[in-house]
């Protein structure tokens, strides 16, 4: 995930880095939480799917130690609880949209098209700030986790998150899809802005 640049296609990645790559799926190491599928990354679009372990894939190796933060839920404004993460340096909306509450249990969580999603994030005051945005799917893949599923996240730090798609901020293939993750198991793909998603909005940690 964290090579991927889903600003380009075939192949999704930064050829200054990366050069000569073929632009097909590469294997990950990670087992997918709901069975015995293997998470692969593709370089064709930057898509984060599943497949057999006989299947056959292009590889890349890595070194160096896991990746891995923490993450500190306050509450400065009664019901609007923040998530920031030492890692990234980001601050999140601790509770989907639609729902507040400490535990994110007063509510329901809403769905909206791809525009509602950026003008509601651009619009939000929430924990004593307003400065929030609709997060780049890096970032917001930054806090799938998929080794669970259903919901695929630190239900500690993000309690309540339903286990569906969310919007990103990041535009796919022209002007008429963007990417979004799936908290129900932790993939990564696209569809089209009209359609509907849950949202939840992040800012650069002050």
């Known amino acids: 995930r964290t ?7 075939e192949p999704a990645i930064d050829l200054g880095a990366f050069p000569n790559t073929d632009f097909w799926y590469f294997w990950s190491s990670s087992f997918y939480a709901g069975g015995f599928q ?3 990354v593709s370089f064709i679009s930057g898509s984060v799917t599943t497949t057999g372990p006989s299947d056959v894939l292009y590889v890349r190796c890595v070194r160096g130690g896991a990746l891995g933060g923490q993450r500190t839920r ?4 009664a019901g609007q609880p923040v998530v920031t993460d030492s ?3 980001l601050e999140w909306q601790g509770c989907p949209a639609g729902l507040t509450g400490s535990a994110c249990a007063s509510g329901s969580a809403v769905v909206k098209a791809w525009p509602e999603a950026l003008s509601y ?4 005051n929430w924990g ?4 929030w945005r609709l997060p780049n799917v890096n970032e917001l893949s930054s806090i799938a986790d998929d080794r669970k599923a259903n919901p695929s996240v630190d239900t500690m730090a993000f309690p309540n998150t339903p286990p569906t798609m ?8 022209g002007p008429v899809y963007a990417w979004l993750v799936y908290f129900d198991f932790g993939g990564i793909n696209r569809d089209l ?5 849950n949202v939840r909005c992040v800012r650069n940690a002050p």
Do not use: M, P, Q, Y
């Open 74 to 77: 306050t509450e400065l404004v």
């Open 128 to 131: 004593n700030a307003v400065d």
């Open 193 to 197: 802005k009209t359609s509907v998603a």
């Open 166 to 173: 969310f919007w990103s901020s990041s535009t796919a293939d």
């Open 121 to 124: 994030c651009e619009s939000l």
């Open 3 to 9: 090579i991927v640049d889903h600003s380009r296609s």
């Open 87 to 89: 890692v990234t340096g």
């Open 38 to 40: 293997v998470w692969r």
